[in-house]
């Protein structure tokens, strides 16, 4: 796609659920990044892919969270059994590489109850 | 030492005016220092952004001027108009890739 994508566009879930969390890089990107967006903060960054690899982690809130991305294309972020403060948009952006501009999707703007 | 600080929280100008936003960094390892424009209900698009050899950069109405020795930057908006009312986040990066924003300035002009 032209730009990119993630779903779902909003989420909500009660509290202890797991959920799933879907990006979708533009395509040929070989770097992959989530953040976490909470109301009235800035991004915090959670983790960073290259290619299939996750050399930095670092950003993960807790053992609740983890993500994987496949083919070098696709990556989903987990967290199991969530907690009102995951609340928050969680923004996934991609880059040509290592040190590339990184474009942003949209989002998901995930709700727990 | 990662943090990046953002003022102000929020600013309102009239058409034309020239609103600036401030940042400042502690990392002298930062090396890259974008800006990022944000609607509501949108992911954040790159804006301009500069790396530390230089003092000024220019893309438009858009102006970054950064002072390595104090550790500071700035985003200046030249002959603003009410389309560019948005939220505005300055960020950093070092070699590790990842960026570290500010905590965003909502900007807005009025006609």
């Known amino acids: 796609g032209a730009g990119v994508s993630q779903s779902p566009s909003n989420k909500v879930t009660e509290k202890g659920k797991d959920v799933e969390l879907r990006c979708d890089p533009i395509?040929?990107?070989?770097?992959l990044y989530w953040y976490r967006q909470s109301l009235g903060q800035g991004l915090e960054f959670l983790i960073y892919?290259?290619?299939?690899?996750?050399?930095?982690k670092s950003g993960l809130p807790s053992d609740r969270f983890s993500a994987e991305r496949t083919g070098g294309s696709v990556s989903t972020l987990t967290i199991q059994r969530t907690q009102q403060e995951d609340s928050a948009v969680y923004l996934c952006?991609?880059?040509?590489?290592?040190?590339?501009?990184?474009?942003f999707g949209d989002g998901t703007r995930l709700s727990i109850l | 030492q990662q943090q990046v600080k953002q003022s102000p929280q929020s600013l309102i100008v009239q058409k034309g005016g020239i609103p600036i936003i401030n940042c400042a960094y502690e990392n002298t390892a930062f090396d890259y220092f974008p800006w990022y424009q944000q609607f509501p209900g949108k992911g954040p698009a790159l804006l301009i952004a500069?790396?530390?050899?230089?003092s000024e950069k220019k893309e438009g109405r858009f102006t970054i001027s950064f002072n390595k020795s104090a550790k500071q930057f700035s985003l200046h908006i030249m002959d603003s108009q009410p389309g560019d009312s948005a939220t505005y986040f300055c960020?950093?990066?070092?070699?590790?890739?990842?960026?570290?924003f500010g905590t965003g300035t909502r900007l807005q002009v009025f006609p």
């Open positions: 395509s040929g990107h070989t770097a």
């Open positions: 960020a950093a990066s070092d070699n590790t890739d990842k960026l570290i």
């Open positions: 892919f290259q290619g299939n690899s996750a050399p930095d």
């Open positions: 500069i790396r530390p050899d230089v």
């Open positions: 952006a991609s880059s040509l590489g290592p040190g590339g501009t990184q474009h």
